[in-house]
């Protein structure tokens, strides 16, 4: 009885800001912008070169974004691990999270502006000034940089449980480090590196402020669909559509990247 008292909380929670919304976009999704019931939506997303495009364009900028975020984020916390004052390392690369994400996206604006920083310097190294921001690298670059600590603490908790002991032990029997960390360390913190994979390539499917800010429009995926349909053609009915196309995407990334606890 008290563990169903202290579970309530949690589930009023779900299901006022989970279930409810979800299943208020799926019952919007079957009507058209005056209001009748169609299953028009859908069969418009299915066969919509313009929306197939858009949704490989998320696919591959989150893939893209994950596998950069990744590459960094993965050697990061392995040496994290190694250091004395780990925490405080840690807690200095997780600060950034606290500062409100539009105010980092005008932060880099300003840097990749035509005279920010980024091109201060080419300027000054006798690259000259070129286009940095509302280009493709430059989105990519911001969603990584912002998706890091995202991706990094997983990692490290991971890495930061797994036994000294193992790794000594394969050293003992005549594995190279690379060896060790190929069959020993690396199988063992999958999970973490799942968890990642997880915290950061569900957001950047539906990224939609920094195709604005930093990719200029010219970066379009169905993040931004949603919120052109819901606050500028106000075809909410579509909009559903798309947002319910990307939640089953992501429960579908959710159920590839699941945590194996007989890992």
Do not use: C
Request: aromatic share 14%; no cysteine; charged share 10%.
């Amino acid at each position: 009885m008290i563990k169903r008292l202290y579970s309530l909380p949690y589930l009023l929670w779900i299901g006022l800001f989970v279930i409810i919304p979800l299943a208020m976009l799926f019952y919007k999704s079957f009507f058209d912008i005056s209001g009748h019931f169609t299953f028009d939506n859908y069969a418009t997303y299915f066969t919509s070169t313009t929306y197939l495009m858009m949704t490989w364009n998320s696919v591959l900028y989150a893939l893209i974004i994950t596998i950069a975020t990744l590459l960094i984020s993965y050697p990061a916390a392995f040496v994290l691990t190694k250091l004395k004052r780990k925490q405080l390392w840690l807690m200095l690369i997780i600060l950034p999270t606290w500062v409100n994400l539009l105010l980092k996206a005008y932060a880099f604006i300003g840097i990749f502006g035509k005279y920010g920083t980024a091109n201060e310097f080419l300027q000054f190294v006798g690259l000259g000034r070129t286009q940095l921001l509302f280009t493709d690298a430059s989105f990519i670059f911001v969603a990584a940089y912002i998706s890091i600590p995202f991706m990094i603490m997983p990692i490290f908790n991971a890495l930061e449980d797994l036994d000294d002991n193992l790794v000594a032990a394969a050293s003992d029997l005549g594995a190279s480090k690379w060896q060790a960390f190929s069959q020993v360390v690396w199988p063992l913190s999958l999970n973490g590196v799942r968890a990642g994979v997880q915290a950061v390539f569900i957001p950047s499917l539906s990224l939609f402020m920094l195709t604005r800010l930093i990719g200029g429009n010219k970066v379009i995926t169905l993040g931004t669909a949603v919120e052109e349909h819901f606050l500028i053609t106000q075809n909410w009915g579509m909009g559903s559509t798309i947002a319910i196309v990307l939640v089953v995407a992501m429960l579908i990334v959710m159920g590839l990247t699941r945590e194996k606890k007989g890992a």
